[in-house]
């Protein structure tokens, strides 16, 4: 079936309508649509378009398109041209002729951009809830080894000691911004368009903010041009999905390269690792893997959207059709890596024991040092020198920092002071670092506290708009 055709003396060709169809992929859409087409009817009865029976039986037949959409063989064989249409077309089915009143005032522009903004909408939720378990995860895994020492890096090389509840808490962060960024995504996705008509503002005088509180949004779009143009909402989302993917990957690369025999200071469990068909002594990181690969992926969903609307003329082409596979896409892809995500955290075993004597062993103790000869009041530059001839004498004969001790280090500059050798243990110079933000163990058990109270304040009632 067609929404469209007197205009036309022959019918599309089978080439260009196997080439423009859309509903094999925009059928996802179908009980947005449905829903959205009940808020719709609503409103035409108000205008008087639709009798209060018309409008009963077309919410009816509604209900039993979306009941009966749950089935996936729903859909075979049709031809329609996209989920719009399809849904008409099964409402004739039931209603007959009453179907053909239900567009009236009303346009696929509009209707797609509700209907993607219902979803997306759904979408943001699972997203924020997938988020926040992830947060949940990290929590915990911090909890489990709250003293663990581990060296911190800059450029892959062992740079200062930070307790391992520190390191987890830098990706709470980034994740505790995705959760804002969905949010504020959220809200600019929660705006109802309809009423916007083709692109000039509908023809019959509809009660928009009626319509709006019927589908839960929180306000209405302000121009009708801007509706049938815009895709903002949708590259929000895909940013957003982009950088949780972002985050991810790279907590991912940190995990494989932790539980790689080189490390050894992480085990993941066997539930998310596989094996190798070849060497059987092989416990591979592919779910890892994979949640760093996916997030190419998902940063091509924005990218294509990106590119697609870039020199569209205003207001609605036909190239927005792109918008959907993209934004299908990065949701499923992002949802499924912070499962992923939080299963192999749930997993993960760690030795604190090899991490501690990286650091013991490398010289991450090297600043500590430095400021505490500032702060007994040699200047910076003279501290660092002094610190760097103590390595550098250090690497050439061998010595670890445990093997200095009180005595050898005063007798190595004067300025070095025998108590100053308790720097020697990568876990006392984390002391100094006790201020907001720092690797003190003070502030990081403030800061567990703090994150766990801010994890629990996330947590909205179950379906709220
Ligand atoms: N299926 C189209 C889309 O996803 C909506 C229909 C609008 N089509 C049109 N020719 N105006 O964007």
């Avoid at 390191?167 to 505790?176: G, I």
């Avoid at 982009?242 to 940190?254: P, Q």
């Avoid at 870039?310 to 036909?318: D, E």
Wanted: contains cysteine; aromatic residues 8%; glycine residues 8%.
């Amino acid at each position: 079936m067609k929404l469209w055709g007197g205009r036309f003396e022959t019918g599309p060709s089978e080439i260009f309508e196997r080439f423009s169809g859309s509903l094999h992929f925009d059928r996802k859409l179908i009980l947005d649509d449905t829903r959205g087409s009940q808020a719709f009817a609503r409103a035409l009865a108000k205008q008087g378009i639709l009798t209060a029976e018309e409008r009963d039986s077309l919410l009816q037949a509604f209900d039993e398109i979306a009941a009966e959409a749950r089935d996936s063989k729903y859909f075979d064989g049709a031809g329609d041209e996209d989920v719009h249409t399809f849904v008409i077309r099964k409402l004739g089915e039931k209603v007959g002729s009453l179907s053909e009143k239900i567009h009236t005032g009303r346009s696929r522009n509009e209707q797609v951009s509700l209907d993607i903004r219902l979803h997306l909408r759904t979408c943001a939720d699972a997203l924020l809830d997938g988020i926040a378990e992830v947060m949940r995860a990290l929590l915990a895994l911090a909890r489990k080894y709250p003293d663990a020492v581990i060296p911190g890096y800059t450029h892959l090389r062992r740079a200062q000691a930070v307790l391992w509840p520190h390191y987890l808490l830098a990706y709470f962060e980034m994740l505790a911004r995705d959760f804002e960024r969905i949010e504020q995504t959220r809200a600019r996705i929660n705006v109802m368009p309809l009423g916007s008509g083709a692109l000039a503002g509908s023809g019959f005088d509809f009660d928009r903010q009626q319509i709006a509180r019927d589908l839960d949004f929180s306000q209405i779009s302000r121009n009708s041009m801007d509706v049938s143009a815009d895709r903002d909402f949708a590259l929000d989302f895909l940013y957003s999905c982009s950088m949780i993917m972002l985050h991810l990957s790279r907590l991912a690369e940190d995990w494989i390269l932790y539980s790689s025999e080189e490390f050894g200071w992480l085990t993941l469990g066997d539930g998310v690792t596989s094996g190798s068909s070849l060497m059987p002594q092989k416990k591979n990181p592919d779910s890892l893997e994979l949640i760093r690969g996916k997030s190419g992926r998902v940063f091509g969903d924005l990218a294509s959207l990106f590119i697609t609307m870039k020199g569209l003329p205003l207001t609605y082409n036909r190239d927005m059709q792109e918008d959907k596979e993209p934004l299908f896409d990065a949701f499923y892809q992002a949802l499924g890596s912070l499962s992923m995500a939080k299963a192999v955290a749930d997993s993960m075993t760690m030795n604190p024991a090899v991490p501690r004597a990286a650091a013991e062993e490398s010289w991450v103790v090297a600043t500590d040092l430095a400021e505490e000869l500032a702060r007994s009041g040699v200047p910076f530059h003279r501290a660092h020198q002094l610190v760097g001839q103590l390595v550098l004498d250090s690497v050439k004969s061998g010595k670890k920092p445990s093997d200095w001790d009180g005595r050898s280090l005063a007798a190595f500059a004067p300025e070095f002071q025998p108590e100053m050798a308790r720097l020697f243990s990568p876990a006392e110079g984390m002391k100094s670092r006790e201020l907001p933000g720092g690797t003190g163990p003070r502030a990081v058990a403030l800061a567990l506290n703090d994150a766990q109270d801010r994890l629990n304040a996330l947590s909205r009632p179950a379906g709220a708009p």
